[in-house]
Each structure stands twice: as structure tokens, then as C-alpha cells.
């Protein structure tokens, strides 16, 4: 979403993890992605991915926000018990409900930082979209998605309606259509 916000013009290439192309493995051995390859230096994190975008000049987002505690937060503590909570069987030293009572703290302070905003019940700092939901949003959407019903019934109503209202927003459906599986002798996709 930043890299469409700041209408950075890239090259798509849809990866299919189970089976990752060579020419992914050449650029980022770690064969994470995303990975943005500028040529002569490479990112392999979204965050890094997220403030090179947003430091770009024209860009309506600010990659300051990218500091803020809970995108921290979000990425150590959530997004481990994330992992832990969606591929529990490759954790087995405990079961899926104990790492979906560790993501609870976290969730809790996104619903009460939304509470608290002076910006409105929909985002966490500003009353329109910013890079700090852009940042934290893909990790929700992650853990919404293994047990929808289980996350529609938590008593986190201003975390849910965030949640559903940046899923049916543009910033989200812009950047969320289906692409074929990058191969390389397909047309360039380009991604803006």
C-alpha cells in the first residue's frame, strides 16, 4: 500500500513460495518476500521497502510513522505469536489457543489506541489511512484470515470496524488484485 501511495512505479512479480524462482534466490538469497531490487542494492523488508517508498518525494504518507511503538510492537511480539498461531503444527510446544491468547495483548492495544484517537474511530493516527495502518493492517488481515468467525466475535469493535473498513477501502483493493505466477518469459508487469 505505500509503494502504491507513493506511486513508486516497480516492476510485479507474483511468487509462488512453494516454488521460488531462481532469479528471486539470485536477488534475495533469503527468498522472503517482498523484495524490491533497485539495481545495485536490494530491500527485503517491508519496512525498508515501506520508508524507501515513503521517502520518496511526493509521497502523501509520512515514514515517520514507521517509528511509532506499535509498529514495533507488531513486529516482534505480534507477528511471532502470528506465525505460531497460523502454522501451529510446525510449533508444537504449544497449541494454537495459547498463541491466539498471546495475540490478544496486542490486538488490545490496537482497539484502544483506535478508541483514543483524537483521529477517529477508523485509523490509528490520523483521520485518514497512514503508513502506520499500511504498516500493521497485512498482519490483522493475516490473523483474521485463519479464523475469520473467531475474529469477528472478539470484543474489539473499533479494531474490527478499522479492519473491515480499510478491507473494502481503494487504499487496499487498488493494490490486492490477483496476478499470474511470475515466470520469466511473461510481459513485464508493472506495479504503480
Known amino acids: 500500500?505505500?509503494?502504491?501511495?507513493?506511486?513508486?512505479?516497480?516492476?510485479?512479480?507474483?511468487?509462488?513460495?512453494?516454488?521460488?524462482?531462481?532469479?528471486?534466490?539470485?536477488?534475495?538469497?533469503?527468498?522472503?518476500?517482498?523484495?524490491?531490487?533497485l539495481g545495485g542494492s536490494v530491500l527485503d523488508e517491508s519496512l525498508d521497502i515501506m520508508?524507501?517508498?515513503?521517502?520518496?518525494?511526493?509521497?502523501?504518507?509520512?515514514?515517520?510513522?514507521?517509528?511509532?511503538?506499535?509498529?514495533a510492537r507488531n513486529d516482534s511480539e505480534f507477528k511471532h505469536y502470528l506465525d505460531r498461531y497460523k502454522y501451529f503444527d510446525r510449533f508444537p510446544e504449544a497449541d494454537q489457543q495459547w498463541y491466539f491468547e498471546q495475540t490478544q495483548p496486542f490486538l488490545d492495544a490496537l482497539n484502544q489506541a483506535m478508541v483514543a484517537s483524537v483521529a477517529g474511530p477508523f485509523f490509528l493516527a490520523s483521520p485518514t489511512m497512514s503508513a502506520l495502518d499500511a504498516a500493521i493492517f497485512p498482519f490483522v488481515r493475516q490473523f483474521a484470515l485463519v479464523d475469520k468467525t473467531r475474529f469477528d466475535a472478539l470484543p474489539l469493535p473499533a479494531l474490527r470496524s478499522w479492519f473491515e473498513h480499510i478491507?473494502?477501502?481503494s487504499d487496499f483493493t487498488d493494490v490486492m488484485q490477483k496476478y499470474p505466477a511470475w515466470e520469466p518469459t511473461q510481459t513485464v508487469t508493472l506495479f504503480d
Open 1 to 37: 500500500m505505500a509503494v502504491h501511495h507513493a506511486k513508486l512505479s516497480c516492476e510485479l512479480r507474483e511468487v509462488v513460495l512453494k516454488h521460488k524462482p531462481v532469479a528471486l534466490l539470485e536477488v534475495s538469497p533469503k527468498g522472503t518476500v517482498p523484495v524490491l531490487d
Open 51 to 71: 520508508r524507501y517508498a515513503l521517502d520518496r518525494p511526493g509521497s502523501e504518507w509520512s515514514s515517520a510513522e514507521l517509528s511509532h511503538p506499535l509498529v
Open 167 to 169: 478491507l473494502v477501502s
